[in-house]
């Protein structure tokens, strides 16, 4: 063999070796998918290893292309109420919970989709778990948003209409308030909005699921 031509054999095995590690970046241990199994059966479990998969493919596209990914993911999983699926009235499941039962309402697509993006890279700052009125069914509905910049028209994560769209496309919906892991925001169509003061709006859901995610690490 050449030395040129042994050259490009050891750059490819190289090139090989790089994709197969960059790929393993993402893992859900053995527990979590035996207790998804078991509670849930099979699918649940190959629905979060489908999970790790998409994770470990779109780690390096852009932040439009995996804003993307996971919204089309996640909403493939079927609508349901939170009374019908936890016979609660209201009950913020955590990404492993939505996915092993494959069932939910708007929060548990939006969290799935929030900490699913938040596990990629995409910064606090950037993305948002949203507060709106959804006008043509006159009650409160929550979407993702994401901001390019803190002054940008927001796009729209959303199970209902679940193309992407930037807000000022999505006439039916009002916009509320914005909040995630740091800051509350009255929210806007364009730009954040003013901060809003903590204990001003109670977000005790999202309190307990954050306690909820940190019991299932432990």
Same mark, same amino acid.
């Given at each position: 063999?050449?030395?040129?031509?042994?050259?490009?054999?050891?750059?490819?095995?190289?090139?090989?070796?790089?994709?197969?590690?960059?790929?393993?970046?993402?893992?859900?241990?053995?527990?979590?998918?035996?207790?998804?199994?078991?509670?849930?059966?099979?699918?649940?479990?190959?629905?979060?290893?489908?999970?790790?998969? $998409?994770? /470990?493919?779109? @780690?390096?596209?852009?932040?439009?292309? *995996?804003? &993307?990914?996971?919204?089309?993911? !996640? #909403?493939?999983?079927?609508?349901?109420?939170?009374?019908?699926?936890?016979?609660?009235?209201?009950?913020?499941?955590?990404?492993?919970?939505?996915?092993?039962?494959?069932?939910?309402?708007?929060?548990?697509?939006?969290?799935?989709?929030?900490?699913?993006?938040?596990?990629?890279?995409?910064?606090?700052?950037?993305?948002?778990?949203?507060?709106?009125?959804?006008?043509?069914?006159?009650?409160?509905?929550?979407?993702?948003?994401?901001?390019?910049?803190?002054?940008?028209?927001?796009?729209? $994560?959303? /199970?209902?209409? @679940?193309?992407?769209?930037?807000?000022? *496309?999505? &006439?039916?919906?009002?916009?509320? !308030? #914005?909040?995630?892991?740091?800051?509350?925001?009255?929210?806007?169509?364009?730009?954040?909005?003013?901060?809003?003061?903590?204990?001003?709006?109670?977000?005790?859901?999202?309190?307990?699921?954050?306690?909820?995610?940190?019991?299932?690490?432990?």
């Amino acid at each position: 063999m050449r030395k040129s031509t042994f050259l490009y054999f050891i750059l490819f095995l190289l090139f090989l070796q790089t994709n197969i590690y960059a790929k393993e970046v993402y893992f859900i241990d053995n527990a979590t998918l035996e207790l998804a199994e078991k509670n849930h059966g099979e699918k649940a479990r190959q629905r979060m290893i489908s999970l790790v998969k $998409l994770l /470990n493919t779109i @780690q390096n596209k852009t932040e439009l292309e *995996k804003l &993307k990914y996971i919204n089309d993911f !996640f #909403n493939a999983i079927t609508y349901s109420s939170d009374l019908k699926v936890w016979n609660k009235k209201d009950y913020w499941a955590t990404r492993e919970e939505f996915l092993s039962i494959d069932q939910g309402d708007c929060e548990d697509y939006v969290i799935a989709k929030y900490f699913s993006l938040r596990q990629l890279g995409l910064s606090n700052e950037k993305i948002f778990l949203t507060y709106v009125k959804a006008i043509k069914y006159r009650q409160s509905h929550m979407i993702l948003t994401y901001y390019e910049n803190k002054n940008s028209i927001p796009l729209i $994560l959303d /199970n209902i209409v @679940q193309t992407i769209l930037p807000a000022s *496309k999505r &006439k039916d919906l009002l916009p509320l !308030f #914005n909040f995630n892991g740091e800051k509350i925001y009255m929210a806007k169509q364009r730009g954040l909005g003013r901060v809003v003061p903590k204990g001003k709006i109670n977000l005790k859901q999202w309190s307990n699921l954050i306690l909820k995610i940190k019991r299932e690490k432990t």
